[in-house]
């Protein structure tokens, strides 16, 4: 199984285009010094074939080995696997993740925002014999750049308003700019769309008042959620699991020594998870 690299580029007719199969073994080299990016090829049975030095870490081991030839079941909680696996079959049955904002929980109490993109992986008669996945730690917005304030007024009014029904153009219009300068500079200079950020913002408050005792349709509603359902799915496709399960890993947390307390209330540590 070989894995084809990213498109290279044409600058002009007197420069070919490069076109070759990098190696797995070459590819989980060139991703082990990067330590804001977790990689990782997996097979048709979701079993772990190539890991970069980032995910060994954040599962808290010490070898590949400890990962090469398991899948995520024997590697994560059972709430997080099942979800974790479902995403990993869909791509085997010929989908393309691409871009996903992913809040990831690792057994070794890390948790951060992440960028994922995950690809099937084809062999020589065309079928499909695993996948390749890249998940990039959502790093700190580009405060240098010249729409920086424009766009942080926007944020503001986000932060600010993120309960309730919020429309782009509102957005843009605070920010001074149309709709689309708004989406192509929130995502140079935070990484994510505008929506991406919507839905941090309440993913994060979510989670800071699942420690409560608040129900869970309440606090869909006060994170802007339509109701309870639409807050379940989305709290689940962000994080991993549901609401309630979430509400108990903190309180079983919360109830250990010291490192697990603290753990629990790292809403959005550094680094970007994948499974």
């Given at each position: 199984m070989t894995a084809a690299p990213p498109a290279w580029w044409r600058r002009g007719p007197e420069i070919a285009a490069i076109d070759f199969p990098l190696p797995p073994g070459q590819l989980q080299s060139l991703f082990d010094p990067l330590p804001d990016v977790v990689f990782f090829i997996k097979d048709s049975q979701c079993r772990y074939a190539h890991v970069n030095r980032t995910l060994v870490r954040r599962l808290g081991l010490r070898r590949r080995?400890?990962?090469?030839?398991?899948?995520?079941?024997?590697?994560?909680?059972?709430?997080?696997?099942?979800?974790?696996?479902?995403?990993?079959?869909?791509?085997?049955?010929?989908?393309?993740?691409?871009?996903?904002?992913?809040?990831?929980?690792?057994?070794?109490?890390?948790?951060?925002?992440?960028?994922?993109?995950?690809?099937?992986l084809h062999g020589d008669d065309g079928g499909i014999v695993g996948l390749v996945g890249i998940s990039r730690d959502l790093g700190q917005p580009d405060s240098r750049?010249?729409?920086?304030?424009?766009?942080?007024?926007?944020?503001?009014?986000m932060q600010a308003s993120f309960d309730g029904p919020l429309r782009v153009q509102v957005l843009a219009d605070i920010a001074g700019m149309s709709v689309s300068q708004l989406e192509r500079l929130f995502r140079r200079v935070f990484q994510i769309t505008p929506q991406q950020m919507l839905t941090k913002l309440r993913i994060e408050a979510a989670m800071r008042m699942l420690h409560a005792d608040t129900t869970i349709a309440e606090i869909?509603?006060?994170?802007?959620?339509?109701?309870?359902?639409?807050?379940?799915?989305?709290?689940?496709?962000?994080?991993?699991?549901?609401?309630?399960?979430?509400?108990?890993?903190?309180?079983?947390?919360?109830?250990?020594?010291?490192?697990?307390?603290?753990?629990?209330?790292?809403?959005?540590?550094?680094?970007?998870?994948?499974s």
């Open positions: 080995e400890e990962i090469i030839g398991k899948s995520v079941l024997e590697l994560y909680p059972p709430s997080l696997s099942a979800t974790y696996i479902s995403q990993d079959r869909r791509v085997l049955a010929g989908e393309s993740i691409e871009n996903v904002l992913e809040l990831q929980l690792y057994p070794n109490q890390r948790r951060g925002w992440c960028l994922t993109f995950k690809q099937p750049h010249s729409s920086f304030g424009r766009l942080q007024q926007a944020l503001a009014h869909g509603q006060a994170c802007g959620f339509s109701d309870q359902s639409a807050f379940a799915r989305q709290f689940k496709c962000t994080v991993g699991m549901p609401p309630r399960d979430y509400r108990a890993l903190v309180r079983a947390e919360s109830a250990r020594p010291a490192r697990g307390g603290d753990a629990a209330r790292e809403a959005s540590g550094a680094g970007a998870e994948s």
